[in-house]
C-alpha cells in the first residue's frame, strides 16, 4: 500500500505543477497505460522489490487517469451542468467498480490471482490505446470550449 501510495504522491505532484489542462487527454492515455504495466509486472513478480516498483507505477498511473478525467470534465462541462455530469462520473466509477471487482474475483478463483492481474493489466493497455487513438476526435469535440476558457482571463 505505501509503494502504491508513493507513486500515487508523485502522480499529484506533477499534476499539481502543471499550469494548464492542454496535454491532459495524453496525461489519461499514459496514466492507464502505466497502470496496465504496472498490474501485469505486479502479477509475474516474484521479488519483493519489483513488485513494490510495480505497484509504485500503479499508483502513479492511476492518480494521472483519474485526476486528469477528473478536472479535464470539471473544466469542459458548463458551469450549469458541471454537477449533474460529476455526479454520474462519480456515480459511473464507484458504481461499475463492485462489479468489475466480482468479475475479476471470479476469475482469479478458477484461474489463479496471477493469471486475473495479467488480464486486468492488459485491459487496461487496450483501453489506454483505444483511447489514445481517441484523442483527435475528443480534442475536436472539446475545441468550442477550449476556445471559450481562452478568453476567460484566468489568475496564474
Known amino acids: 500500500m ?11 505532484a506533477y499534476l499539481g505543477a502543471r ?6 487527454g495524453n496525461v489519461m492515455a499514459l496514466g492507464a497505460g502505466l497502470m496496465g504495466v504496472g498490474t501485469i509486472a505486479f502479477a509475474s513478480s516474484q521479488f519483493l522489490s519489483l513488485a513494490l516498483i510495480a ?12 485526476a486528469s478525467g477528473n478536472t479535464l470534465l470539471q473544466t469542459l462541462v458548463e458551469e450549469e451542468k ?7 462520473f462519480t456515480m459511473a466509477f464507484s458504481g461499475t467498480m463492485p462489479l468489475g471487482n466480482l468479475a475479476i474475483g471470479a476469475i482469479a478463483g478458477k484461474f489463479g490471482a496471477s493469471f486475473a492481474l495479467t488480464l486486468s493489466g492488459m485491459f487496461c493497455v487496450i483501453v489506454a490505446i483505444i483511447f489514445f487513438r481517441k484523442i483527435p476526435q475528443l480534442r475536436e469535440a472539446a475545441a468550442p470550449m477550449m476556445k471559450k476558457l481562452e478568453v476567460i482571463d484566468v489568475p496564474q
Request: no cysteine; net charge positive.
Open 2 to 12: 505505501s509503494a502504491t501510495g508513493i507513486g500515487a504522491l508523485i502522480g499529484a
Open 55 to 66: 505497484l509504485g507505477i500503479v499508483g502513479l498511473g492511476g492518480v494521472l487517469m483519474m
Open 82 to 88: 458541471r454537477g449533474r455530469v460529476m455526479s454520474i
Open 19 to 24: 499550469k494548464e489542462i492542454r496535454g491532459l
